[in-house]
Every structure is written in C-alpha cells, then in structure tokens.
C-alpha cells in the first residue's frame, strides 16, 4: 500500500519476545499490524482497533498496553512481549496453564489479549481479591465464556504461580 | 480503520518540537499516550497531516508537588499519576479520579494532559481540573501562557489550545487546610465513559461546619459544569445539610441531553443523587482530615 501511496517509511528496531526485529514501516502502521503483518507474529489478535475490546493487548517494557493505539515508530527500541513469548522453553506458562486447565477460553480470539493483561497483574499482585480480578480483566472483552472461568482461570494462576515459586 | 497517511515528526527536544508545530499549524497534531488520538485517526474522524510524537520528550515525564498543589508534564501517564505518593498526598482527588479512568491498560499509555487537552465532557480529568480552578500551560515557539480551566474548556472536544501550541503541563491546586474530595460515577461496566459523574471538595472550620463546597459535573453539559453550593451547604455540619436541596441547585444548572446511552431525564436524576453522594463522601474525607490534624495538634 505505501508503495503504491509513495509513503515514507521509517526503519524501526524492536526486541519481540528477546528477540531483536527490525521492519520499515509507515509511520501510521500500528504496532499490532507491524507485529502481525510485518514480523509474522500472528499471535496478537485484532478485534475493534479502537482500544475498547482488548484483544491486541502486549506487553510494551513489561506493561500491559493496546497494541492498536500505539504506532510501531513510537516504540522503535522498546521491548515487546506478545502471546508467544508467554511460554518458556515449550512449556506454557502458570497462567496459559490456568487458562486450559479452567476452560477460560472457548474460540481464543480475546485469550492473547487477557493472557498478556493478566501475566503483568499477576506479576505485580501475586494474591489479589475478587474485586481486583474484575477490575484486572475489565478492559478485556470475552463474547464466548461468560467470563466466570476467566475469573477462576486467573485465581488458579496465582496458584499455581505461588506453588511453583514456594 | 486504519489512519490516513501522516508525516511523522520525533522531535528531540521541546524546542525543536514547537518549531514544527509552528511550522505546520492547524495540521500539526501533538501525539502523546495516543489512547483518545489513536482511536480518532484509525476511524479515520481525524486526519492531521502532520503527527509531531513527543513520546520521546522524556523531560515531561514530570509529576511534582508542593504545598501549593501538583504539577503534571505532558509526558506523565496516568498510571504514573496514580502512583505518585507525592501528588495522592497533596492533591489525593487527582488518585480518587484516575481510578475512574478507562481500564489499566489504558492508564498505562494515557496522558493527563493528553485528557484535559482532549477535553471530552464526559471524561474525569477535565472535570478535576475545573474543580479545583486549576491552569493549563501553553507553550509555543517564543513564549508561553498559562490558561485558567474555566477559559480552557471551550466546548466538547475543543480546548483553548490553538494551532501552533502544545500543552506542557497542567497545575492542580491543593486545597485548604480541612478540606477533603470525592469522586462518585455511574458508568455501565467499569472503565465505560460515566453516564453521569460528579468531583466534589469540601471545606470545614474548626467546628466541622461546611465552609465551602462545589462540585463539577460529568456527562451533563459541553464542558465539566462546575457549581459553589456553599450558600446551601453551610455554614452547618454535614449533619444537618438539606442533600436534597443542594442536588435541586445542582439540577438547576446542568443541561444534560438524550443520546443512546441514557435520557437526559435519567442523567439529571443520576446527577442529583451523585451530588449528595459525592460532597458526603467530600465532608467526610475532610471530617478525619480535621480530626487527624486536631490529633497532631493535641500530640
């Protein structure tokens, strides 16, 4: 498309998942299409593209943020963590085995999204209540599980977090 | 729902920053936390020509206090704000408010200059800033202003920031001694735009009677819509305080419209009942911020 608009484009330097990435990209490519389209990782989904359903959220230095309303050009150096940095060595990690083992998925289309949000809250509180579950998660949209398993799905994570760090 | 093209400006210091902002004028656009822009751009209800990305201006990252109240840089997160002991414990309605903000998530990359800037009226930040009477400074190339919030929300969506300025930071006054806030909404899932909202503060003398108290309304006119009902409050404890009369004057004055959300009958009730809830909440705060100084004073 830019080819074709004879749009300038920009080189841009992200370190995905510990691993340095370089894309020349137009300045209006969203960070979640420039990881999608240009750096193959398909793993970060797009649902609204305006900030509301969460699905595209990835870890942008460690925080959760809204791939879709950040441009790659802002992040150019930064570090990114998608979905597929999540696992370790091939082995799942605490909350993607929470997520299977409480059916806190059904398509998976939102789960990237609520993995990534819930890896960082968890990450800063190891034993949080109800209440800062639902707030947690609130930003994330889920149309198939009706979102109870989330809950219990997030609850088990810090389980299994707790177990394996003790 | 992708944007229009743009010409993509990183500056690598405030000056060189306003120098194009100068340069392109009305289609000069400021790009901070993105998270009201974005969504404009990729809907394609914006389509500025130039973008000048300031997130690399990391010397605006600032958020500091004094006694005199908190000063915000353009570059601080609210996630950042809502941290920052130093600004809870001098101005703690700015805390009470970003909790109130969208989602985390959002809170991490947003501005709270990007909101005031953004001057939604059904958004917190905007309405804070009314309460407590607080400025926005402006730069541009060779000089700058500070603008009062009364003058600086001109209607929905538009801020006294002309073409060629940026906002570098906004001032949130402390309040006196004896004073406590509140923040009380009604949204239909947490994190939704409130469908009616309400920032209050209150004042109290030595004998815990209201010496002042006013509150600033959300969702309910084209900017935040401030009221003094400290004639109807005071000078009387919380105790004795007719709620009902002082929702009616805040009722009188608000203009709420229908629109998909809610009616604007529904949001002048919501109104009224916040009212109540938010300067009680406001009384109470500043109650056991009395008590706690009269307790320092004994000590």
Redesign the interface.
């Known amino acids: 498309m830019s080819e074709r608009t004879g749009e300038h484009r920009h080189a841009v330097t992200l370190t995905v998942n510990g691993v340095l990435r370089e894309a020349t990209v137009p300045a209006r490519r969203l960070l979640s299409d420039c990881l999608r389209h240009d750096l193959g990782l398909t793993g970060t989904h797009v649902g609204c593209e305006h900030g509301v359903c969460g699905a595209c959220t990835v870890l942008l230095d460690g925080e959760p943020v809204r791939s879709c309303l950040t441009f790659a050009v802002t992040v150019d150096g930064h570090e990114i963590t998608t979905v597929e940095g999540l696992a370790e060595g091939g082995e799942l990690s605490p909350v993607q085995r929470a997520f299977s083992e409480c059916h806190g998925l059904q398509c998976g289309f939102c789960t990237p999204g609520f993995l990534c949000t819930v890896t960082a809250f968890l990450r800063d509180n190891r034993t949080p209540t109800d209440e800062e579950v639902l707030e947690a998660v609130s930003g994330n949209l889920c149309r198939c599980t009706g979102y109870q398993n989330i809950i219990k799905a997030v609850h088990r994570a810090a389980e299994i977090q707790a177990e394996e760090s003790g | 729902?992708?944007?229009?093209?743009?010409?993509?400006h990183?500056p690598a210091g405030l000056g060189e920053a306003l120098q194009t902002l100068a340069e392109t004028g009305s289609h000069g656009k400021v790009?901070a936390g993105?998270?009201s822009l974005?969504?404009l751009?990729?809907?394609r209800l914006a389509a500025p020509g130039h973008?000048v990305?300031i997130?690399g201006l990391t010397e605006l990252a600032t958020i500091s206090a004094d006694a005199s109240g908190v000063r915000v840089g353009a570059l601080a997160r609210h996630?950042a704000v809502e941290r920052a002991g130093s600004a809870r414990a001098v101005q703690p309605l700015l805390a009470q408010a970003l909790a109130l903000v969208?989602?985390?998530?959002?809170r991490?990359?947003g501005t709270v200059v990007g909101s005031l800037v953004h001057a939604d009226p059904s958004a917190e930040m905007p309405a804070v800033l009314a309460l407590l009477g607080g400025s926005v400074r402006l730069a541009r190339l060779g000089g700058e202003r500070d603008v009062h919030a009364r003058d600086f929300f001109v209607g929905p969506l538009e801020s006294a920031c002309l073409p060629g300025e940026m906002a570098v930071s906004a001032f949130f006054p402390a309040l006196p001694e004896r004073s406590g806030t509140a923040f009380c909404e009604v949204a239909r899932?947490?994190?939704d735009y409130a469908v009616a909202g309400v920032a209050a503060a209150v004042t109290l003398d030595e004998d815990f009677r209201i010496t002042a108290a006013r509150v600033a309304c959300v969702s309910v006119g084209p900017v935040p819509v401030v009221v003094d009902v400290t004639g109807v409050c005071g000078p009387r404890p919380p105790a004795s305080v007719d709620w009902d009369e002082v929702a009616r004057a805040v009722q009188d004055r608000i203009e709420p419209e229908d629109d998909i959300h809610a009616t604007a009958g529904y949001r002048r009730h919501l109104t009224g009942v916040l009212v109540t809830r938010a300067l009680r909440g406001a009384a109470q705060d500043a109650a056991q911020s009395t008590a706690h100084d009269a307790g320092e004073g004994r000590a």
């Open positions: 729902m992708k944007p229009s093209p743009f010409d993509y990183r790009l993105g998270q974005i969504p751009l990729n809907m973008l990305d997130n996630a969208a989602h985390p998530v959002i991490n990359r899932r947490h994190g």
